[in-house]
């Protein structure tokens, strides 16, 4: 039997394999998928992508499904029932962050129709294919993902620095930065 070449980051952990096959750089757009990722991937600064996924479905429930609308109108008693939340990622500022980030985002759907539309403009709509030899070939920022975050932070959006974008980018397939070889690049040039 033939084993399937994948990124060397999905390791061996089945939760981190299933996202690298089914998800990561998979283009989104749906928004609240969308909003989930942008609230998911500032969660992460400073910690591992294991972390924030592991912690995943208790994110969703503690969240309301991430509905922006939701997250939006979250007061002082919400954010202190997140804070002793243990299921989930305890932080102030990120929690501040996510409301706050609902608030823009609902601001931007009015503004542009959807988030999706809005997103999907930086890169024509279309995923920007990226041929990856090896891991070490991928940024952890580019000058996209820098003129993403300025914008996002003038609109008020928090902990969208160019590092969570490009994350952000990768995740919801807006770019493919899996490696050639890989299995997912591979289905991906097909579809």
């Known amino acids: 039997m033939c084993e399937k070449i994948r990124c060397a980051w999905a390791g061996d952990l089945p939760i981190y394999i299933d996202y690298h096959d089914n998800e990561w750089g ?4 749906d928004d609240n998928k969308l909003f989930e990722m942008l609230i998911l991937e500032g969660m992460q600064a400073g910690l591992s992508w294991i972390t924030v996924l ?3 479905e208790a994110f969703r429930k ?11 109108r979250y007061g002082e008693a919400k954010i202190q029932e997140l804070l002793a939340n243990e299921g989930i990622i305890r932080n102030r500022l990120k929690m501040n962050a996510a409301v706050t980030n609902a608030k823009a985002f609902l601001e931007v759907q009015k503004k542009h129709g959807s988030f999706d539309k809005f997103i999907w403009a930086y890169v024509d709509y279309t995923p920007i294919e990226n041929r990856r030899e090896k891991m070490a070939d991928i940024p952890a ?3 996209l993902s820098d003129q993403i975050s300025k914008d996002l932070k003038k609109m008020g959006f928090k902990f969208v620095g160019p590092t969570v974008i490009y994350a952000f980018m990768q995740a919801t397939g807006m770019v ?10 591979q289905a991906m040039k097909k579809a």
């Open 26 to 29: 998979r283009p989104v757009h």
């Open 54 to 56: 592991k912690k995943r």
């Open 62 to 72: 503690a969240f309301d499904g991430f509905d922006p609308d939701k997250v939006a």
């Open 141 to 143: 920022t580019t000058a």
């Open 176 to 185: 493919n930065d899996h490696i050639k070889d890989c299995f997912v690049y």
